[in-house]
């Protein structure tokens, strides 16, 4: 018999409140301000009098130019986070302790990507602050995501964002900007083995719900900054710079999940979790196929513009 949500909810209320407690004792207090250069900056034009801003004043490459303005975004948009996440999960108990505490987390990660690009001059300002509004104002898609599938996406999506951060900060060309994405990656891997971790556990109370949940999760996967301005065309040239591509995705991000949690062989499933193992060893053939099909022609690609994949 399948579980409610409620049921689930308070079947993994301990698991959240323990996993909370070993978040808190891992997590490290830092503070944006401090990883933001602040003597580089200067006036803007506009009521100052200030310079205009030029794709020459920017210190990072133009990859994570795009990468960054793609990630900020994603950062902003935590209300609208917040609110599904807070939906889901509740606001009582571990369970709303543990959002409120992600909510802050999260915030801290917006405020010094924004310090960090306006003090750099690292990205046209005036399109950020459009492109913001624009996204900010988009209505959030319908749906009603049960427990399970809330779950398994972030579990996913914390751990996509990680290596985007990482990847962008390596291909800046600014040690700043590294350092403060690499700090701020450090938090999404906190997040992501915190969501992992209860993952892991509602594999044990409903292996079959949450097996089904996993393969519809990986199935449908979008990045939460799908639908921005621009981001079709971003996603583009962030893939092909290797910040984010379809084969990270797999051998990164699938792939590690559901080895950790032994989701595909996993011995004891009735006939509907076997069916969901099935639909996912045919769902990871696939992303394979359409993998190394992406491989081969960013391989083209590069080379044709005389750079080494």
């Not at 891997?189 to 949940?213: D, S």
Request: glycine share 8%.
């Amino acid at each position: 018999m399948e579980l409610t949500g409620t049921q689930l909810l308070h079947g993994l209320e301990e698991v959240v409140e323990r996993e909370l407690n070993r978040h808190l004792g891992a997590a490290k207090e830092w503070f944006p301000h401090a990883y933001v250069p602040w003597s580089r900056g200067r006036d803007y034009d506009g009521p100052l009098d200030g310079s205009p801003w030029s794709p020459e004043d920017s210190p990072v490459s133009a990859a994570s130019r795009r990468a960054l303005v793609v990630n900020l975004l994603t950062e902003d948009n935590l209300p609208t986070y917040h609110h599904e996440i807070a939906a889901t999960f509740g606001r009582d108990g571990a369970w709303g302790t543990w959002v409120h505490r992600w909510t802050a987390e999260e915030a801290r990660h917006s405020a010094a990507i924004r310090d960090y690009l306006l003090a750099s001059r690292a990205v046209d300002p005036v399109a950020l602050e459009r492109a913001r509004m624009q996204h900010m104002s988009r209505q959030a898609p319908d749906g009603d995501p049960d427990v399970l599938t809330s779950i398994a996406y972030v579990a996913m999506q914390e751990l996509a964002t990680r290596i985007s951060h990482r990847n962008t900060g390596r291909l800046s060309g600014d040690p700043v900007c590294d350092r403060l994405l690499a700090r701020i990656a450090t938090d999404e891997n906190l997040h992501m083995v915190f969501y992992r971790n209860l993952l892991g556990a509602a594999m044990e109370i409903a292996p079959e719900q949450t097996t089904r949940a996993i393969t519809d999760v990986i199935a449908s996967f979008e990045m939460p900054g799908n639908g921005m301005p621009g981001f079709e065309r971003a996603s583009v040239q962030m893939a092909l710079a290797g910040v984010y591509n379809v084969r990270i995705h797999l051998d990164e991000v699938v792939k590690p999940v559901l080895r950790k949690l032994d989701v595909v062989d996993r011995a004891g499933m009735g006939p509907a979790g076997r069916r969901a193992q099935d639909e996912l060893g045919a769902l990871l053939a696939s992303m394979e196929t359409e993998a190394t099909r992406f491989d081969d022609r960013r391989a083209t690609t590069l080379a044709r513009r005389g750079l080494i994949p």
